[in-house]
């Protein structure tokens, strides 16, 4: 029979069930109305349009967060009530993560098809899914093979805690960000007399019932050649935006300083908060899918999926070092640079990927715009395989520690009553499910 929970642990646990159960009800609602909404436009057009498409998707979307956070609650009773499981691993799932991406290669084939067709408002969602989620099974697999895995209730709490909390909050923090900047940049631009003008101008034919929507475009478009501006973007998309999200995207392993974290779990917590962060955003982005441009974005955002396991695992796992022992200060450091870096160059190339249809400059008629671009998309390129050497360089490394992590572990687990009352290996916001169990010390646990 396993033992109960430390205090704190059960505190952690009625926490997270709240926020998981919350979130989960929430995204089920969510995507009820949703499907209402979507069925109600479907039969008033007479031609499946874009918005019903569009409210299917996000109601899969809802519907998929909500199920996701379904075993973190009932983990989190369980750990309520003192049974803990301890998971082990299984070298299977890399080879069916392995088979899913080679069935996410054919299904991209089918995408545009089924993107077009009549049917895809009932098509489309659930191929969203499926192409959202393999790619970001395999790397987490990926990333985990040969290592010792945490318990069921430490996989889904992280889970369901970063879909359900994380977002939201470094969602409000980016607003945050992007008020102020509207506020100085508004300040910015009142200084100048030709703005003070076109804004006059601009109010004027406002109130104009014929007013041309495209005049804000051009407004727009000669706003973004100031050099300013320009800049101003750039610090924003690849500053301060990767500052806050690779601070906050580890935010319940966060939680869990002062535990007894190994660098191994560290990292294996880091990637399932960065997969849960790229769900959100990947799923969103696709969302938005049935006018025929879906296929480009997914492919990119396979790049972004994978950008965001890295960076929060690496961050995570230098947290743990940290928390584990405080001579690696330089490393926690390090780590969040490195994320950091690789993050706003990642987000300062997709861009500039981009830079000549945002400044209206066409690319076949400036030779500088060609070449910006074209070297924006060699460095994100770069940047998939870098990210992806990175994943296995530390899989490889924490698998050489293994053995050791392996043989504290077990010793912890034989002696859970010497420990102090700082619980221990990955609980904090999550369960406490290190535990004995009818498996013994040589169940191979971390």
């Known amino acids: ?29 969510g995507a009820g109305l949703l499907i209402v909404a979507g069925t109600i436009s479907l039969l008033r057009a007479a031609v499946h349009g874009l918005q019903s498409i569009t409210l299917f998707n996000l109601a899969w979307v809802m519907l998929l967060v909500g199920f996701l956070c379904i075993p973190a609650v009932v983990y989190s009773l369980l750990s309520i009530r003192g049974k803990n499981f301890i998971s082990r691993p299984n070298p299977k799932t890399f080879l069916f993560a392995s088979a899913g991406l ?8 089918l995408f545009k098809p089924v993107e077009t067709s009549p049917l895809a408002w009932l098509l489309l969602p659930p191929l969203v899914l499926l192409v959202t989620v393999l790619p970001l099974w395999w790397y987490i697999e990926t990333g985990r093979r040969g290592l010792t895995l945490s318990s069921p209730a430490q996989t889904w709490g992280v889970i369901g805690f970063s879909l359900v909390f994380t977002l939201p909050v470094i969602l409000t923090l980016e607003l945050l960000v992007l008020g102020l900047v509207l506020i100085f940049g508004g300040i910015y631009l009142s200084s100048s007399p030709d703005f003070a003008g076109q804004l006059a101008i601009l109010q004027r034919m406002v109130s104009d019932p014929n007013f041309d929507p495209q005049i804000l475009t051009d407004m727009f478009s000669g706003l973004l050649q100031r050099p300013g501006v320009i800049l101003a973007l750039l610090a924003v998309v690849s500053g301060i935006v990767p500052l806050l999200e690779e601070m906050f995207k580890p935010l319940a392993v966060w939680l869990l300083a002062g535990d007894k974290l190994t660098p191994a779990q560290g990292f294996l917590a880091g990637m399932l908060s960065g997969a849960s962060f790229a769900l959100w955003e ?6 938005a899918s049935g006018d025929g441009s879906g296929t480009l974005i997914l492919v990119a955002r396979v790049g972004t999926g994978l950008l965001h396991i890295v960076t929060a695992g690496m961050v995570s796992w230098g947290m743990a070092s940290f928390w584990q022992s405080r001579r690696y200060l330089g490393r926690m450091i390090g780590a969040y640079v490195l994320a950091v870096m690789l993050h706003g160059l990642w ?9 000549g249809p945002l400044l209206q400059i066409p690319v076949d008629t400036s030779p500088i715009t060609q070449t910006v671009e074209s070297g924006a998309v060699v460095v994100l390129i770069a940047l998939v395989f870098v990210n992806l050497g990175l994943l296995l360089y530390f899989n490889a490394r924490l698998r050489r520690t293994q053995t050791a992590e392996g043989i504290d572990s077990a010793r912890f687990v034989s002696n859970p009553l010497q420990t102090d009352s700082s619980p221990s290996d990955f609980s904090g916001v999550l369960p406490e499910d290190i535990a004995p169990s009818s498996a013994g010390p040589d169940s191979g646990d971390e």
């Open 282 to 287: 990947n799923l969103t982005a696709l969302s």
């Open 1 to 29: 029979m396993a033992s109960r929970p430390s205090a704190p642990a059960i505190w952690r646990s009625w926490l997270l069930l709240v926020i998981s159960a919350s979130g989960g009800l929430f995204a089920i609602v």
């Open 102 to 109: 080679l069935i996410w290669g054919l299904l991209v084939l």
């Open 347 to 355: 987000n300062a190339s997709g861009v500039l990927t981009g830079i």
